[in-house]
């Protein structure tokens, strides 16, 4: 599986976008871009995934560049209660579950 | 999404002694069931692939005699942690994929403190 790099940490205001890059440049063509999230002491929280369109649910926005090098998760309006570690994971759906977990983005939104 | 139950959330044990975990999927039949464990302020580690109807597959450095990983039926698998000592002390997780898309759903994790 590809490895991805990740800023170890992030603040963002409350109620201001929230932009996390993720950098996955050898990632291969079958290979989703797949985004966790993990508050304090819960386990992770499956967010959003993409092979190569834009993607959009309730919770984000997914952005992948053109060459799939690497990809933006948007959180919209940042609450208090996105604080987290956010995790950028690179995989084929058969090996979903064996892709490496890297250090993630901590997230720190702020009021 | 799908739901993923673990039990106990905490635990606390004396050393040599050993500690079952249980992981249930309420509303899905997973084959696959994957463990991890996570130290403080670091990631998450696989540790073991657990397979409904046979044999778990264990990541390079995990033991298989000392994490012990029963997967008897679709939604429950269990991981025991036998003699364990104070270095096993993490927090436990387990997961498994969504048939349509393969996201992982995890459990909420079980925080094990060997004393």
């Known amino acids: 599986d590809a490895k991805t790099t990740q800023p170890p940490s992030m603040d963002c205001a409350e109620g201001r976008a929230a932009n996390l890059p993720c950098n996955h440049s050898?990632?291969?063509?079958?290979?989703?871009v797949y985004w966790y999230r993990q508050i304090h002491s819960q386990g992770p929280q499956y967010i959003i995934h993409?092979?190569?369109n834009n993607e959009t649910n309730e919770m984000a926005s997914l952005i992948i560049t053109e060459d799939r090098k690497s990809s933006t998760l948007i959180l919209p309006h940042a609450t208090l209660r996105d604080t987290a570690v956010y995790y950028c994971?690179?995989?084929?759906?058969?090996?979903?579950?064996?892709?490496?977990f890297g250090d993630g983005t901590t997230l720190t939104v702020k009021p | 999404g799908a739901v993923v139950s673990q039990h106990p959330s905490w635990v606390i044990c004396k050393s040599g002694t050993s500690v079952k975990i249980e992981c249930r999927s309420l509303d899905f039949q997973a084959t696959t069931m994957f463990w991890y464990r996570q130290f403080p302020k670091q990631s998450l580690m696989l540790m073991a692939t657990s397979n409904e109807g046979s044999k778990a597959t264990y990541e390079q450095g995990v033991e298989k005699d000392k994490f012990l990983i029963n997967h008897a039926s679709l939604t429950l698998s269990t991981l025991t942690v036998t003699s364990a000592h104070p270095e096993d002390s993490s927090f436990y997780i387990c997961s498994h994929r969504g048939h349509i898309n393969n996201e992982q759903f995890f459990g909420p994790g079980t925080r094990l403190t060997v004393l």
């Open positions: 050898t990632i291969s063509g079958n290979e989703y």
């Open positions: 994971i690179v995989g084929t759906g058969a090996n979903a579950g064996k892709s490496t």
């Open positions: 993409g092979l190569k």
